[in-house]
Nanobody
């Protein structure tokens, strides 16, 4: 069974930075694309960023492009989300997810992800 465990969330002032980590179990981690999603209070969960299995391509929601960076270390079964220039509207629970192999060529659809972590809270104060 695949387990995804996020860490690194916390409280930060607007303009600050945070780095999230996702520790993934499983011997085939390097063969799956991974994504980060987020859910703000009272809102639906939304796509934030994704990275292909070897890390050769990355994808971002327009709202985080230029501020967030997704990366991975396949030797350690880890995926990361570096968040800079944080805004109060970035406040959300952030989830790590594993994309279904051979699913669509898009990376923003939640239905294309089959395993999810429990989430880590990020709060940005103004």
């Amino acid at each position: 069974q695949v387990q995804l465990v996020e860490s690194g969330g916390g409280l930060v002032q607007a303009g600050g930075s945070l780095s999230l980590s996702c520790d993934a179990s499983g011997r085939t981690f390097s063969t799956y694309a991974m994504g980060w999603f987020r859910q703000a209070p009272g809102k639906e969960r939304e796509f934030a960023a994704a990275i292909t299995s070897r890390g050769s391509s990355t994808y971002y929601a327009d709202s985080v492009k230029g501020r967030f960076t997704i990366s991975r270390d396949n030797a350690k079964n880890m995926v990361y989300l570096r968040m800079n220039s944080l805004k109060p509207e970035d406040t959300a629970v952030y989830y790590c997810a594993r994309k279904i192999r051979y699913s669509s060529n898009t990376y923003y659809r939640q239905d294309d992800y089959e395993f999810w972590g429990q989430g880590t809270q990020v709060t940005v104060s103004s």
